[in-house]
C-alpha cells in the first residue's frame, strides 16, 4: 500500500488497521479481527462490529442481532465466532451464547472443523466440542486448509502438520520459513528456498515447482503471480508461463481478472490471457473477490466492479476484501478509529461506529 509520509502518527495507525482488517496468516498474540464472510455452510452471514468500545454483531441488513457485550470479536466461521468478553477467548453461536466457555489466551476463527487456540502460551488446535484434538505445543499456528496447517514447532522450526497433529515432511522436504502466504491453495503452498527464491510444496512437503522465482504468490484460479529477475508475470500448474513478466508487481487472480502494476506505476486488471481490460489508473489495487475490488486513489480506498465502474467513493482509510455482498471499511477521525459496511451499491449497511 503506498502511503503519504508527511504523517508518521496517521501511517501508524493505518497500518494498524491493516493488521485487524487483512487475513492474518499466524496470530501473533494480538486481538486479530479475521475475515468479515462466513463459510459456505453458514446460511445466514453476522458481521462484527464495535460500538461504544464493545463488538457486537449486525446481519446483512444492519440489524443488531447479537448486543455488543465483548471486548474482542472474530467472524463467524463454520456455526462459530471467537470473542473476548474478559481476559479469555471463547467461543459463541448464533444466539449469542457460549458453545465453548471462554478459557483460552487467544483464539482464532474455525476452518476445516478445527480452530487454533493459545494455552499457557502455547498454540494447539480444538474441534466444536472444545475439546482438545492436537495438544498446544506449538509456538505458532495458522489455519487449516487442504487438510493441513503451517505451524512453529516448539524448536522454533516451521512445518506444516496434517489433522493428527504430525509433521509432514520427506526427505525432499525443503526448509520452510514463515512468508505471506503459507496455507495450501489448489493442493500446493509456497515456499522459500535458502538462496531467498521461491517454488511450490506439494501436500506430502515434495517440492513440485522448484524455487526459481524471485518472488512469488499463491496459486489462484489456476495460475500463480510470480517474479523473475525484477518483473512480474504469471504460470500455471505445469510450470508454464501463461503472462510474460513484464509488470513491477501483481496480485492474485479472482474473478477471472488479476490486479497488476505497470510501467507507468499504476495499478489495472488483466484477464487470464493477459489482457488489460481495467486500464491502469489506481495508486493500489487488490484482488477481486464477490465480483468487487479494493482500489486506491487520492490516498483513499474504494471498490469497483468487473467493468471498472466505481461502486463505491474511494474516501476510506482502509477497507477489507468483498464478502457476501458487503465490505468492511475504516474511517480515522482524529485518534478514533470507526468500523462499518457498505454494500455493492456504496450504501451504508452499518454506518462506521467506534
Known amino acids: 500500500m503506498k502511503m503519504s509520509t508527511r504523517n508518521p502518527d496517521r501511517i501508524l495507525k493505518l497500518l494498524m488497521v491493516g493488521v485487524l482488517l487483512s487475513s492474518a496468516t499466524l496470530l501473533n498474540g494480538c486481538d486479530m479481527i479475521p475475515g468479515i464472510g462466513d463459510s459456505d455452510d453458514d446460511v445466514v452471514s453476522f458481521y462484527p462490529v464495535l460500538l461504544d468500545g464493545e463488538w457486537g454483531f449486525i446481519n446483512?441488513?444492519?440489524r443488531m442481532v447479537i448486543e455488543p457485550d465483548f471486548r474482542s470479536a472474530g467472524s463467524f466461521s463454520e456455526g462459530l465466532a471467537p470473542v473476548r468478553s474478559s481476559s479469555r477467548f471463547g467461543y459463541i453461536d448464533r444466539t449469542g451464547e457460549y458453545a465453548i466457555e471462554p478459557r483460552f489466551e487467544y483464539a482464532e476463527p474455525f476452518s476445516d472443523g478445527v480452530a487454533a487456540v493459545r494455552i499457557d502460551g502455547r498454540w494447539g488446535y480444538i474441534d466444536k466440542n472444545g475439546s482438545v484434538v492436537i495438544n498446544p505445543t506449538f509456538v505458532n499456528a495458522g489455519p487449516f486448509s487442504d487438510d493441513r496447517a503451517f505451524v512453529r514447532t516448539a524448536e522454533y522450526d516451521w512445518e506444516y502438520i496434517d489433522s493428527d497433529g504430525e509433521i509432514v515432511r520427506t526427505s525432499e522436504?525443503?526448509?520452510?520459513?514463515n512468508h505471506e502466504y503459507?496455507?495450501?491453495?489448489?493442493?500446493?503452498?509456497?515456499?522459500?528456498?535458502?538462496?531467498d527464491s521461491y517454488g511450490f510444496i506439494d501436500r506430502d512437503g515434495n517440492p513440485v515447482i522448484p524455487a526459481q522465482y524471485a518472488s512469488?504468490?499463491?496459486?489462484?484460479?489456476?495460475?500463480?503471480?510470480?517474479?523473475?529477475?525484477?518483473?512480474?508475470?504469471?504460470?500455471?500448474?505445469?510450470?508454464?508461463?501463461?503472462?510474460?513478466?513484464?509488470?513491477?508487481?501483481a496480485g492474485s487472480f479472482g474473478n477471472k481478472l488479476a490486479p497488476v502494476r505497470d510501467g507507468g506505476n499504476s495499478w489495472g486488471y488483466v484477464d487470464a490471457t493477459?489482457?488489460?481490460v481495467i486500464q491502469p489508473s489506481y495508486e493500489d489495487a487488490r484482488s477481486f473477490n464477490d465480483g468487487v475490488a479494493a482500489v486506491m486513489m487520492n490516498q483513499k480506498w474504494g471498490y469497483i466492479d468487473r467493468d471498472g465502474n466505481q461502486l463505491v467513493a474511494t474516501e476510506f482509510d482502509e477497507v477489507s476484501d468483498f464478502e457476501n455482498g458487503m465490505g468492511?471499511?475504516?474511517r480515522l477521525v482524529g485518534e478514533r478509529t470507526t468500523f462499518g459496511y457498505v454494500d455493492a451499491h456504496g450504501k451504508y449497511v452499518w454506518f462506521p461506529t467506534d
Open 173 to 177: 522436504t525443503p526448509r520452510l520459513d
Open 60 to 62: 446483512s441488513n444492519g
Open 216 to 249: 512469488a504468490r499463491a496459486f489462484s484460479e489456476g495460475k500463480a503471480a510470480i517474479k523473475i529477475s525484477d518483473r512480474w508475470g504469471f504460470i500455471d500448474r505445469q510450470k508454464k508461463t501463461v503472462i510474460s513478466p513484464k509488470y513491477i508487481s
Open 182 to 195: 503459507t496455507t495450501f491453495s489448489e493442493g500446493v503452498a509456497l515456499y522459500e528456498g535458502s538462496d
Open 328 to 330: 468492511r471499511v475504516v
Open 274 to 276: 493477459g489482457t488489460m
